[in-house]
């Protein structure tokens, strides 16, 4: 089955403390990015990937790093967690990011506090 | 900076109503505009994706256009059921195929 695979599904956690929030796609698709989603702000894009080996930032990068070693994975990483970082964040991908369906993860519900 | 705007932020009908959700934008310059469904504490489910040099496209009750030198967007649902409540949302991919959502227009449709 096609699909977006992020994990964990919820985190709680506490300020500073590292984490990694992975993202895995099985179809061969260039591009992936990251979003957070906030009540009255809609999703945002955080970064994004149109291969491997190359990220750039979306909107919303501060505080957030990203890394595409492999074409199937694109992980998003919390240096030092903040509570302003407490949001609903999602992961999708597409063949490519210029005419292309568009794949969504199931989300991640993060609470930093 | 692209800004993406989706008018009504909020709808209730009664069921079997056509209705209209609209969606603007301020760069004519995209790729692509996309809608999607996302029901609550789901993922988002793509409905219809539009190139930039299509003017429409349809599945099934679900037909969307394209007017990209106004920079306006219509997704119309056809004999509205209750399994559409949702909130739907637009996206347009623009320059450096960076990705612009609104806010949503959240969906009631009323037995």
């Known amino acids: 089955e096609a699909q977006v695979t992020q994990n964990p599904r919820y985190l709680i956690t506490v300020t500073g403390k590292k984490l990694t929030v992975t993202c895995s796609q099985n179809m061969n698709h260039e591009y992936m990015s990251w979003y957070r989603q906030d009540p009255g702000l809609g999703l945002r894009q955080i970064y994004y990937?149109?291969?491997?080996?190359?990220?750039d930032k979306g909107d919303v990068p501060e505080g957030y790093k990203v890394s595409r070693k492999e074409k199937r994975n694109f992980p998003l990483i919390l240096e030092s967690p903040s509570p302003n970082q407490t949001s609903l964040y999602f992961c999708?991908?597409?063949?490519?990011?210029?005419?292309?369906?568009?794949?969504f993860g199931q989300g991640t519900r993060l609470t930093v506090v | 900076k692209q800004e993406v705007t989706q008018i009504p932020a909020a709808l209730s009908v009664p069921e079997g109503e056509n209705l209209v959700l609209n969606c603007s934008f301020t760069?004519?310059?995209?790729?692509?505009l996309q809608w999607f469904r996302q029901d609550p504490g789901k993922g988002l489910t793509s409905l219809l994706l539009?190139?930039?040099?299509?003017r429409e496209q349809t599945s099934g009750r679900l037909n969307a256009s394209l007017d990209k030198s106004s920079g306006r967007s219509t997704l119309y649902i056809a004999a509205s059921q209750p399994g559409d409540s949702a909130t739907y949302l637009c996206?347009?991919?623009?320059?450096?195929?960076?990705?612009?959502f609104g806010i949503g227009t959240k969906l009631q449709v009323i037995p």
């Open positions: 999708a991908s597409s063949l490519s990011g210029r005419s292309t369906e568009a794949f």
């Open positions: 539009i190139q930039s040099s299509q």
């Open positions: 996206a347009v991919s623009g320059g450096y195929q960076k990705v612009t």
């Open positions: 990937s149109m291969n491997v080996e190359v990220t």
């Open positions: 760069d004519s310059a995209i790729y692509n």
